[in-house]
């Protein structure tokens, strides 16, 4: 319950909705309460003397309370559902807008199929408690204090049967609610394996197959799915058996009191209908806490859920703008890039492990309008580094800064302005060719993206696409092939027109040829700065100054006549993609 109540700052700018359908649910169980009154005296009044006109004068009563009671409950579910969705509709706006506001770091810690859990599964469990539950849990307290209060009137020797009824359905209730809770949270986290375990298959459908490993994956997927049901049926099971229970003592507790009443009921101290109505009062008091019963399967996972959203609400950028942040593009050298000592680690999700250095004393200097290469092995921190320009991540020690200004002092917004990075394995959106190309400036024209297309080497193959740049980009990029996502990917980039321009290994996919004719396109701007991360040292030659990276650290750096002659690593690679003979 402590974690449904964090909902309530979503919940203040509808409370006048709420109040209403609070009010409707206790003139509801008010209406309930009154029926039992009308039954006793359409028996002891109308029946029992044999007077008609009581039983029509009561029975029209009754009429006219139930239909203002189904009136009543109808308009309140109408409002509650209204508050409901107005509720979580506005939840997981902020839930999605803070997720987007992460940053790398917290991402990393947070799978997708975590964040997807939340923002559906879970949300709709919140949905279904403030739709349903909040009614009944106002509910319940009134129509167990109206019904005992009723009961005491009508014959206080009967009500040690009740007494004795009621803390042994309360104490099945608080032994279920006390296990479920931890047990529901456990079926949230492996439906989030589950999510996790399908998006990669979904993803990974070409690599799978490829490999022919679809018995595998399915044998994978199997047995998530497996532990899923296991721990669902584990809770569903503890929760399934409360209901007849409760149903079983409440039942005896009614036949006790046929038993004891029918003899107060001989002896005439205690009517007929009064009788009648001692039992259904009865079972308004064990009702409410059936009905508890009935509804805390809901509280239980909808508890565990908020409090899984608050997880991620709670979850703090590790990468945020200064309080008295400046904009970048007032420097007069946006583009100059250094790096002081910088030292870079991941922070793990688990909290007690310490992960080792990525990047290690770090000094660097690239002036505006340079282009410098990076060479590495793999893992050698070449993205890493790269990285910390845009801050996507913060350096666990050092500075890096642009224009002689540390990044952590500029906006994140002016800075991710300045600086445009093409990744290794671009993301395109559903859309068409040019509403993708249009991602980073939404008012260029037409023309305008056709040049950077150009640039990219991509206008041919767009060109070449039955609607050209008005076609359709499946999901992902379905229907183009890694080259041609690539292209497009730094496309978008340049369309951008940043002053310091990252590729990170984005023409990885591209042959020597395009390749080249794209290195020669971007010459052309001797005021960008560009820092291309590569895997082939053919990517690396044409740039001014190039920098080898060895397990996060600089091993050399110089010009390719420089290296050729003083760097053993960059000979190595050098020889073994290009040959010997080639100088």
């Not at 690679?573 to 290009?578: A, D, E, H, T």
Request: charged share 15%.
């Amino acid at each position: 319950m402590s974690a449904l109540f964090r909902v309530w700052p979503w919940v203040r700018p509808y409370r006048s909705l709420l109040f209403v359908s609070l009010l409707g649910t206790f003139v509801s169980v008010g209406i309930n309460l009154l029926i039992p009154l009308q039954t006793s005296r359409v028996i002891d009044d109308g029946i029992a003397p044999g007077d008609t006109g009581v039983v029509r004068q009561t029975v029209l009563v009754m009429i006219a309370l139930i239909l203002t009671g189904i009136v009543t409950f109808a308009l309140t579910m109408v409002i509650a559902v209204r508050m409901a969705f107005n509720t979580t509709t506005d939840l997981r706006r902020d839930l999605y807008a803070h997720s987007m506001s992460l940053s790398f770091g917290n991402l990393d810690r947070l799978s997708s199929g975590e964040i997807l859990t939340r923002l559906t599964s879970d949300l709709t469990k919140v949905t279904t408690v403030l739709t349903i539950g909040i009614s009944f849990v106002a509910q319940t307290p009134i129509m167990f204090i109206g019904s005992l209060v009723a009961i005491i009137r009508i014959d206080a020797s009967l009500v040690p049967i009740v007494l004795t009824m009621v803390p042994v359905i309360g104490t099945l209730v608080w032994f279920v609610l006390s296990r479920s809770g931890g047990l529901y949270d456990a079926v949230q986290t492996r439906l989030d394996h589950l999510n996790t375990v399908l998006q990669e298959n979904i993803q990974g459908t070409e690599v799978i197959k490829s490999f022919v490993r679809q018995e595998q994956q399915t044998k994978k997927f199997d047995q998530v799915a497996d532990d899923l049901a296991f721990q669902a049926t584990v809770v569903n099971q503890l929760v399934a058996s409360l209901i007849p229970t409760l149903i079983m003592i409440s039942s005896l507790g009614v036949a006790g009191v046929i038993w004891l009443g029918g003899v107060n009921v001989i002896a005439g101290t205690l009517s007929e209908g009064e009788l009648v109505a001692f039992i259904s009062y009865m079972a308004m008091v064990a009702a409410p806490m059936i009905m508890f019963a009935f509804i805390q399967p809901m509280l239980s996972a909808a508890g565990a859920s908020m409090a899984r959203i608050n997880q991620v609400l709670q979850e703090v950028p590790e990468v945020r703008d200064a309080h008295d942040g400046f904009d970048l593009s007032t420097l007069a050298s946006p583009g100059e890039i250094r790096f002081d000592n910088v030292r870079f680690r991941y922070n793990s999700s688990d909290t007690s492990e310490q992960l080792d250095d990525a990047l290690c004393n770090i000094s660097l200097h690239i002036p505006q309008g340079q282009t410098l290469a990076i060479l590495g092995a793999t893992g050698s921190g070449k993205s890493s580094l790269v990285h910390l320009i845009p801050r996507f991540y913060d350096a666990s020690e050092g500075t890096v800064s642009l224009g002689g200004v540390d990044v952590k002092e500029l906006t994140k917004r002016s800075l991710r302005q300045v600086v445009g990075i093409a990744l290794q394995e671009p993301q395109l959106f559903s859309g068409t060719v040019l509403e993708n190309l249009r991602y980073g400036r939404p008012e260029a024209s037409e023309n305008e993206a056709r040049a950077a297309a150009v640039t990219a080497q991509a206008d041919e193959f767009i060109r070449a696409m039955p609607s050209g740049y008005q076609s359709v980009i499946e999901q992902n990029g379905a229907n183009l092939s890694g080259g041609q996502r690539q292209r497009l990917a730094i496309a978008r980039t340049l369309l951008a027109n940043p002053q310091v321009l990252i590729l990170d290994d984005s023409t990885s996919a591209v042959d020597l040829e395009t390749e080249a004719k794209i290195q020669q396109a971007l010459s052309s701007n001797t005021d960008q700065t560009v820092v291309i991360v590569a895997q082939r040292i053919s990517t690396a030659l044409g740039a001014d100054e190039i920098l080898v990276l060895d397990d996060g650290q600089i091993c050399a750096q110089g010009s390719h006549e420089q290296l050729i002659e003083t760097s053993e690593i960059y000979g190595e690679i050098f020889r073994s993609q290009l040959g010997e003979a080639v100088q």
